[in-house]
């Protein structure tokens, strides 16, 4: 009977995940265009990604198991995690924008694991100007932040399928004013993708909910942003003949236009990890200057010492500057 439950977990999480797929290679892409739908949803802190190791990917982490970062990826890779586990990063993001991701997960009884997150950033302080540009001498200065907070339930659907959900309280505020919604994740991931344990596959929907109250709630018209909200799929495959993991994702957003990432670790040096990226999400930031090349690039590596892994992740956001992660993960 087990048996039988495994072939139809598997079958079934194949034919999502490649529906999934098919329906992203059929979204047309328009290069140089700016979507329409570009800058019609609030909560941009949650578009951030997180994770040193995930980032130096590419981002390309929806099918990457046996690591906390996979919680905010895709919540049913948390069922692959042994023990407890934790997760602690920072995030220097450009100009005077700070953030930072904590998680753990554990063992509950022979139900699953569970988990619980929590992601902030603070903009820093603005300069705070009329209409005619003139400092307001009285109240100077203004600043902002994003705040989310998390739980997390993952299991195993027979042998080689996993199943996870992730339930969030989301506030955004600047100024003395704030939103405030609620959003779930869901996702599977299939391990032994074709019938090794060298390939696995994974899809996700992330921020599907609704927000509760606008930054406008005190005036007659309450406008309300709405969640960036997508689908994520993709598969990461451990090469027999190199020393190295590959991670491909589709990545299709509601206020963008599909995007891939694609991602590298080298792990023949360990207990050193050497990490490359690469999103066509980067073509955002491309202004046409001599930088324009590293656009959508990520690198990064990874440590292990003693219980720990010591991540860090560089991304160069162009001429708007770049970013710097650091994230710490292991046991407890």
Same mark, same amino acid.
């Given at each position: ?6 072939? #139809?977990?598997? &079958? +079934?999480?194949?034919? /999502?995940?490649? !529906?999934?797929?098919? $329906? ?5 892409i328009n290069a140089g265009d700016i979507n329409k739908n570009a800058g ?65 997960? #554990?063992?509950? &009884? +022979?139900?699953?694991? /569970?988990?619980? !997150?929590?992601?902030? $950033? ?68 299939l391990t032994n993708f074709f019938g090794d344990s060298l390939t696995n ?13 606008? !930054? ?117």
């Amino acid at each position: 009977m087990n048996n039988f439950f495994d072939r #139809m977990s598997r &079958k +079934t999480a194949v034919l /999502i995940i490649i !529906f999934a797929v098919l $329906m992203m290679s059929n979204i047309p892409i328009n290069a140089g265009d700016i979507n329409k739908n570009a800058g019609t949803t609030g909560f941009s802190f949650l578009k951030q990604g997180v994770g040193a190791r995930a980032v130096s990917l590419g981002g390309a982490f929806v099918s990457i198991a046996g690591d906390p970062s996979i919680i905010y990826y895709n919540p049913a890779g948390t069922a692959h995690l042994d023990g407890r586990q934790f997760l602690a990063g920072y995030h220097n993001y450009v100009l005077d924008v700070q953030s930072g991701f904590v998680a753990a997960t #554990m063992p509950f &009884k +022979t139900y699953g694991n /569970i988990g619980l !997150f929590i992601s902030y $950033m603070n903009f820093g302080e603005f300069i705070r100007t009329d209409v005619n540009g003139v400092v307001d001498n009285a109240d100077p200065t203004f600043s902002g932040g994003d705040f989310l907070i998390g739980a997390n339930y993952s299991r195993f659907i027979g042998s080689f399928l996993s199943a996870g959900i992730n339930a969030k309280f989301i506030s955004e505020s600047a100024d003395g004013y704030s939103s405030q919604a609620i959003a779930v994740d869901f996702g599977l991931m299939l391990t032994n993708f074709f019938g090794d344990s060298l390939t696995n596959a994974g899809v996700s929907v992330y921020n599907f909910g609704g927000v509760l109250s606008g !930054f406008s709630a005190a005036s007659d018209y309450s406008h309300k942003d709405k969640l960036p909200t997508g689908v994520r799929a993709g598969v990461s495959h451990s090469l027999r003949e190199l020393p190295v993991i590959v991670s491909l994702n589709g990545v299709y957003p509601n206020d963008n236009d599909l995007y891939i990432s694609a991602g590298l670790e080298f792990y023949k040096l360990e207990p050193l990890y050497l990490r490359l990226g690469y999103s066509t999400f980067g073509q955002n930031y491309k202004t046409g200057s001599d930088r324009d090349g590293l656009g959508g690039f990520a690198f990064g590596f990874g440590l292990d010492y003693k219980q720990l892994q010591i991540s860090y992740a560089f991304m160069p956001y162009l001429d708007l500057g770049s970013s710097h992660r650091v994230t710490f993960t292991g046991g407890f």
